[in-house]
T-cell receptor, first 110, second 113 residues
Framework: SAVISQKPSRDICQRGTSLTIQCQVD?????MFWYRQQPGQSLTLIAT?????????ESGFVIDKFPISRPNLTFSTLTVSNMSPEDSSIYLC???????FGPGTRLTVL | GENVEQHPSTLSVQEGDSAVIKCTYS??????FPWYKQELGKRPQLIID?????GEKKDQRIAVTLNKTAKHFSLHITETQPEDSAVYFC????????????FGKGTHLIIQP
């Protein structure tokens, strides 16, 4: 299975600011996915990142709020923009085809 | 879009007994069904997965069954142990895992000593 790392592991941010989360994989993968897990909840898919094309966003998530980059086959970033306390969650990346998850980024917005 | 229902939300079993968690899905095009175990403060861990061309898959004490006609799949854990206590999530996707996953709401499994 692919080894996935994420940075930062956690952060505390002020409302109105932005945070960029990095996801690095130890092998080339076609698809990378970003999920959100709100406190005590299940996981929700934010978007799918395919190298060389625009990310595909799920209903309820927009590019202006969650811009994604996928510059190569081993790396992706998710930015959480103009943050509010409702954005406090764990953000996780995963890769296809068998979807293993990175360690997650625990974000707290004050 | 896909909708995945998971039951029960909490399951308490005696150590050594079996546990069964059930999920239903709505999208008949879904063909990949993974199960994840999440311990407190940790990432979801893929424990077993099944594709729609298979009816059952086993890995030691864990098994998953799939009924495509009824659109439901289940996780079976036999001879439960204290370390099985965790939250379990089912999920479904199209594309054999190449598409994003839709998750159930999770089952908190408690193993009573």
């Amino acid at each position: 299975s692919a080894v996935i790392s994420q940075k930062p592991s956690r952060d505390i941010c002020q409302r109105g600011t932005s945070l960029t989360i990095q996801c690095q994989v130890d092998s080339q993968v076609t698809m990378m996915f970003w999920y959100r897990q709100q406190p005590g909840q299940s996981l929700t898919l934010i978007a799918t990142a395919n190298q060389g094309s625009e990310a595909t966003y799920e209903s309820g998530f927009v590019i202006d709020k969650f811009p994604i980059s996928r510059p190569n086959l081993t790396f992706s970033t998710l930015t959480v923009s103009n943050m509010s306390p409702e954005d406090s969650s764990i953000y996780l990346c995963s890769v296809s085809p068998r979807q293993f998850f990175g360690p997650g980024t625990r974000l707290t917005v004050l | 879009g896909e909708n995945v229902e998971q039951h029960p939300s909490t399951l308490s079993v005696q150590e050594g007994d079996s546990a069964v968690i059930k999920c239903t899905y709505s999208d008949s095009a879904s063909n990949y069904f993974p199960w994840y175990k999440q311990e407190l403060g940790k990432r979801p861990q893929l424990i077993i997965d099944i594709r729609s061309n298979v009816g059952e898959k086993k890995d030691q004490r864990i098994a998953v069954t799939l009924n495509k006609t009824a659109k439901h799949f289940s996780l079976h854990i036999t001879e439960t142990q204290p370390e099985d206590s965790a939250v379990y999530f089912c999920a479904a996707s199209r594309g054999g895992g190449a598409d994003g996953l839709t998750f159930g709401k999770g089952t908190h499994l408690i193993i009573q000593p």
